[in-house]
Structure formats: structure tokens, C-alpha cells
């Protein structure tokens, strides 16, 4: 892994910022980096930190606890310059979730989100008390269709209130995972070591949206949280996984073979 301030930022071959987004950082706005720890904030941060001012760069994380990937927290210490970390948590994890509504999130209403992830990172940016906010989030068009109709950049109403100016900007988001890994190669970096492990996604180990292949790698690395998901399985008499039309309605054992 490399150190703290040792690698070469310029050596990022990244498609230069749109004009709004070099306006703002001549404007002394503050970029928030919303660093999961995964490749994708990873790669996000190396591309941003090339042409924004160290100064200018705060990074949020949001704690998952227990059912996020241990090591994220230092994974992004590893791979920063040292720039302020903030890290909140919501008042309930994932699991607490589940439990007390009785019921998974779906993949087209990802509440976990909002309530794990981007709930307390707006909140922990708005605490900062800035005034001018960019807000930079991994997201990537190659993802889904979803995501790659979101717009790059733009202002967020809803939080430009109370005379603060608050950005959306997704820097990464024309980038492939190939492009990702390779940023991140070419700053002398390594991804979480989740990625040689198997895993093509990071965030939560069970993810709502994960393939099959992620959630047997998931349950054969972490057999403890893997239990504790089937046994809320159980508990709710649901599914974690949207049925499909291969396969139809699957439990998490089903899926990975896997018994917990
Ligand atoms: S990683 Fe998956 S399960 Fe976790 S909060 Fe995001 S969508 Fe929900």
C-alpha cells in the first residue's frame, strides 16, 4: 500500500473537470469527497485530487459498522493525503433495520441508502458549517441505466438553503471499471483487498444488489454476518434477494449453497 503524500497525482489520465466545476474551486468552494473506502471513491479521489487544492478537499464516510467490509476506514487513511476525515453513522445499521421494519430493502427502494448513507453525509456536511459545497459522490454511468442517467453535475435545491450553495458532482462518472482500477494502479495504490478476494462490489457485504457470485464470496469470507442475515431471513419469513425470473423466489442459502 502506498504511504500518506507519496504518490503522483498528475499521473492521472482523467478527463479535465467541467468549466463549473474549475469556477468553483477558484471560488475556494469545498469539495466533499463521499469515500466509501471502495475503488470507485477511491478512483474519485485521486481523479479530484489533481485538480483541487488540498486545502479545499474534506472526505465523509459513512460508517456501516458490522456490515460494511472491515478496514475501510484505514483503507482511506492509506490512500489520502491527510485531509480532514469525517465519519458519521446513522442512528441504526443495516441489520437493526431489518429487524425492527420487519422487512429487507428492495433495490428499487433503496431506503438503506438514504437512511445509512446519504442521510448522515449531508447532515455531517451541513455541520461543517461551509458555505460553498461541491459534494462528490462515485456513482458510474457503466453501472446501471439508472445511474447512467443522472446528471454529472448539478445544483441541489434541497440543500442550498440558509445562504449555503450546495453542488452534486459525480467526477467519475464516464469512467469504466477497467479506467477505475487503472487510475488507481496508475497512483501506485491498491484497491481494498476485498477486490482480490473476489468481490466486484464493496460497501455492505450482503448488498441487496448483489450478484450470486458476490454473495457466496461475502458468505465464505465473513461466515459470522452471513449467519446473522439468514437467521433475519428466518426471523422475517422474507428474502433478502428480489426473486428473478431464472430462479424465481431464493434464500440467501439457496443462492450461495452456502449453509450458514
Ligand atoms: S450497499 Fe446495498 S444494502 Fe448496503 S446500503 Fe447500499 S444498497 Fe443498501
Known amino acids: 500500500m502506498t504511504s500518506q503524500n507519496s504518490f503522483d497525482f498528475m499521473q492521472l489520465d482523467t478527463a ?34 489533481k485538480y483541487v487544492p488540498a486545502a479545499q478537499i474534506v472526505l465523509v464516510h459513512a460508517d ?14 492509506s490512500t489520502t493525503a491527510g485531509e480532514p476525515l469525517h465519519i458519521c453513522r446513522a442512528r441504526r445499521n443495516l441489520l437493526e433495520m431489518i429487524a425492527e421494519r420487519g422487512m429487507f430493502p428492495s433495490p428499487s427502494q433503496r431506503q438503506c441508502t438514504s437512511d445509512l448513507k446519504r442521510g448522515p453525509i449531508e447532515k455531517t456536511i451541513r455541520h461543517l458549517g461551509v458555505k460553498l459545497i461541491v459534494n462528490c459522490m462515485g456513482m458510474r454511468a457503466q453501472e446501471s441505466s439508472g445511474r447512467s442517467k443522472l446528471a454529472t453535475f448539478k445544483l441541489s435545491e434541497r440543500n442550498s438553503k440558509a445562504g449555503r450553495e450546495w453542488y452534486d458532482w ?66 422475517t419469513g422474507q428474502v433478502m434477494m428480489m426473486p428473478s425470473k431464472t430462479h424465481g423466489r431464493r434464500t440467501l442459502e439457496q443462492i450461495t449453497g452456502i449453509a450458514a
Open 64 to 77: 456501516l459498522g458490522e456490515v460494511e467490509w472491515a478496514g475501510a476506514v484505514q483503507h482511506i487513511k
Open 170 to 235: 459525480l467526477p467519475i462518472h464516464a469512467m469504466t471499471t477497467d479506467q477505475v482500477f487503472s487510475e488507481i494502479a496508475a497512483a501506485g495504490q491498491q484497491p481494498h483487498w476485498i477486490y482480490a478476494a473476489g468481490m466486484s462490489r464493496f460497501s455492505c457485504c450482503f448488498c441487496v444488489m448483489s450478484n450470486q457470485a458476490d454473495l457466496t464470496t461475502a458468505a465464505r469470507l465473513n461466515p459470522s454476518l452471513y449467519r446473522k442475515y439468514v437467521d433475519l431471513e428466518k426471523s
Open 16 to 49: 479535465k473537470p467541467p468549466q463549473e466545476v474549475l469556477d468553483l474551486i477558484a471560488r475556494g468552494a469545498a469539495f466533499v469527497i463521499n469515500h466509501s473506502g471502495g475503488k470507485d471513491s477511491q478512483a474519485m479521489y485521486l481523479m479530484v485530487r
